[in-house]
T-cell receptor, first 113, second 115 residues
Framework: ETGVTQSPTHLIKTRGQQVTLRCSSQ?????VSWYQQALGQGPQFIFQ???????GRGNFPPRFSGLQFPNYSSELNVNALELDDSALYLC????????????FGPGTRLTVT | AQTVTQSQPEMSVQEAETVTLSCTYD???????LFWYKQPPSRQMILVIR????KQQNATENRFSVNFQKAAKSFSLKISDSQLGDTAMYFC????????????WGAGTKLIIKP
């Protein structure tokens, strides 16, 4: 059974640029949640996708957007990057939107300069 | 607002000792789960233990156990016979079951196990 994978592992972008982060969910999972973890803090919920539809969103501006594909993999897109977007971005998959158990990927470390 | 507070930014104990990490939370909901996650330097978040709020019995997973006090909104984690591999950040989190099942997290406690 393949676990949750994320790519890239880390990347550096310049303020104002756009970035796409990718997540492959664990086999059999149809729900993906994204979290932002700033340095020294706990993660914050960005949004969740269930069967290709956004199923809930945290307190993040519209320049944070996402997609989920038919194979349940997912992308997180961030436009007009700001310095405060520098963080570890975690993806978690689960069997369904009603499942309490989320399985996390290793994260993507984004640095905005 | 729903919040989680971990009042111990960092703790360190000797190997084989017992350590307790504190967590308090605030929610007006009744139907929720509580979790402790471990995040080692590899960054991957690993579930340590979970507790259903409707259960009075405290959850136990091998060396890990919780002390769940629902009225006080307290959820502490006890690690017995601590091992070097327990060194990590520990996060307390909860999930309201009638929402979009998002996890709400504390700021974490850095636990160092000394040889």
């Amino acid at each position: 059974e393949t676990g949750v994978t994320q790519s890239p592992t880390h990347l550096i972008k310049t303020r104002g640029q756009q970035v796409t982060l990718r997540c492959s969910s664990q086999s059999g999972h149809n729900t993906v949640s994204w979290y932002q973890q700033a340095l020294g803090q706990g993660p914050q919920f960005i949004f969740q996708y269930y069967r290709e539809e956004e199923n809930g969103r945290g307190n993040f501006p519209p320049r944070f957007s996402g997609l989920q594909f038919p194979n349940y993999s997912s992308e997180l897109n961030v436009n007009a990057l700001e310095l405060d977007d520098s963080a570890l971005y975690l993806c978690a998959s689960s069997y369904s939107t009603g499942s309490y158990e989320q399985y996390f990927g290793p994260g993507t470390r984004l640095t905005v300069t | 607002a729903q919040t989680v507070t971990q009042s111990q930014p960092e703790m360190s104990v000797q190997e084989a000792e017992t350590v307790t990490l504190s967590c308090t939370y605030d929610t007006s909901e009744n139907n929720y789960y509580l979790f402790w996650y471990k995040q080692p330097p590899s960054r991957q978040m690993i579930l340590v233990i979970r507790q259903e709020a409707y259960k009075q019995q405290n959850a136990t997973e091998n060396r890990f156990s919780v002390n769940f006090q629902k009225a006080a909104k307290s959820f502490s984690l006890k690690i017995s016979d601590s091992q070097l591999g327990d060194t990590a950040m520990y996060f307390c989190a909860f999930m309201v079951l009638d929402s979009n099942y998002q996890l709400i997290w504390g700021a974490g406690t850095k636990l160092i196990i000394k040889p």
